[in-house]
């Protein structure tokens, strides 16, 4: 038999002992984040019924699922994102359901799209979802949430780092898809062709200006069309905007509610608006945002998310506001390593108990059980290697305190404790009585 291929899945990782020590320590900067603003932990199924993801204005998400028929002939796949879980979830609690509800999670995600630096086939990110809130503060909790962890992750975000023309390390891209459909509108595009724009000016940054043109017109859009919505993506800054909607757009009317909130949150500095954020995803209905790192050569969103108030309507429910953001833990991540920001997170072990031979295993075992109960990590080494090597693996895994145990200290009732680490190592001898 030929050896099994021992690369993981294209675009799949293996997460060994060294990189679940930064995928826990990231993890537990988004939960305590999350916590933190009162949000509450769920998960769903990472199978769904494929039809949850697939919808008429042709998002490019229902091209990249991982779908199949199941033996039971039903058509599944994995999850590419936990939006719509969540929409799904909302709905089949219906009035049961306390609103506001705040909500975030942690799911693993699965696209079948190109792989490159940052990006792959599945990842984990960090969801937080508002349930029932129209108001635009919503959204101003959600992206202060997102600025809390960059902090915490040390990155530039402090109004008081970013001053004599130092920018911070990452800016937060700002729009409204009430204001694009307000334009679209006077151009006679609605509904599912408004969606349709949406994913075709989405591409623009990897397709550029002819590529979105000839996207455009594939969904009926004249050239002179899409030259003018290619001019309204320029739009940047409040002051802009108001020259090209009325001052009563509910778009503008948000985004200048939203910028006044931040300040309030002391992050105004960061909000961007620019009318060229759209995101992909056809059911974002009012702000839309993009976290975009301005360091590094990963100069990308490396974040985004946006209002979502029909996305139960469209599933065959009644609207419910809501609004949330995804923040993936592959972009991140490359971005704070190359930044030099993760921190050093060897392994770590408080104690190791040694017996010398094979007699010594069931009184090693009652010792490290003892430690246990004291709250220590303590690993038994059984190997029965040489000694210096059993020093040298101890102190390599972190470990404070060697016990060490022979045929000689079981027949004495004593245990040597040796400390480790420092420059002058200290023995003493413990009675087992103080273990067992």
Not at 212 to 234: F, H, N, S, Y
Not at 406 to 415: A, L
Request: hydrophobic residues 45%; contains cysteine.
């Amino acid at each position: 038999m030929s050896q099994i291929d021992l690369q993981p899945v294209k675009g799949t990782r293996d997460l060994y002992p060294e990189d679940m020590r930064v995928r826990t320590w990231l993890f537990a900067h988004w939960r305590d984040v999350a916590r933190s603003f009162g949000f509450e932990e769920y998960d769903a199924c990472v199978l769904e019924h494929a039809e949850l993801f697939i919808r008429k204005a042709g998002d490019e998400i229902t091209g990249q699922l991982y779908d199949f028929r199941d033996k039971g002939d039903r058509h599944l796949a994995l999850r590419p994102e936990l939006t719509p879980s969540l929409a799904r979830m909302v709905m089949a609690k219906g009035a049961a359901l306390a609103l506001p509800a705040r909500w975030f999670s942690l799911p693993q995600c699965f696209r079948y799209e190109e792989t490159q630096r940052g990006r792959k086939r599945e990842h984990y990110q960090w969801n937080m979802d508002i349930v029932g809130l129209g108001s635009v503060a919503a959204e101003a909790e959600l992206i202060a949430a997102q600025v809390e962890f960059c902090r915490r992750v040390g990155l530039t975000v402090a109004a008081s780092d970013c001053v004599g023309g130092v920018e911070p390390e990452v800016i937060w891209k700002v729009s409204s898809r009430q204001v694009l459909g307000h334009f679209l509108d006077g151009m006679g595009i609605t509904g599912d062709r408004f969606a349709q724009v949406c994913v075709c000016i989405d591409k623009r940054d990897k397709i550029g200006d002819a590529g979105t043109t000839a996207e455009l017109a594939k969904v009926g859009t004249t050239p002179e069309q899409a030259a003018a919505i290619l001019r309204l993506l320029d739009v940047r800054g409040l002051d802009q905007l108001a020259l090209h909607v009325p001052a009563d757009n509910a778009g503008l009317v948000a985004l200048r509610e939203l910028h006044e909130l931040a300040a309030s949150f002391g992050i105004d500095h960061l909000i961007r608006i620019d009318l060229s954020v759209i995101r992909g995803l056809s059911y974002y209905t009012g702000t839309v945002w993009e976290v975009f790192a301005q360091v590094g050569s990963i100069r990308r969103a490396v974040a985004g998310g946006g209002r979502y108030d029909k996305l139960c309507e469209q599933l065959g429910g009644t609207a419910i506001p809501m609004v949330g953001f995804g923040f993936g833990d592959v972009v991140i991540c490359e971005l704070l390593a190359e930044l030099g920001r993760l921190p050093a997170l060897p392994k770590k072990v408080d104690d190791i108990v040694f017996p010398m031979s094979a007699l010594e295993f069931p009184v090693a075992n009652r010792i490290a059980a003892a430690l246990r109960r004291q709250g220590r990590q303590v690993a038994v080494d059984y190997s029965g290697r040489r000694f210096k090597h059993v020093i040298e693996r101890a102190e390599t895994d972190g470990a404070a305190r060697l016990f060490i145990l022979g045929s000689n200290e079981v027949r004495d009732g004593i245990v040597v404790e040796r400390t480790l680490g420092g420059t002058e190592r200290q023995e003493r001898k413990l009675p087992l009585t103080d273990f067992i």
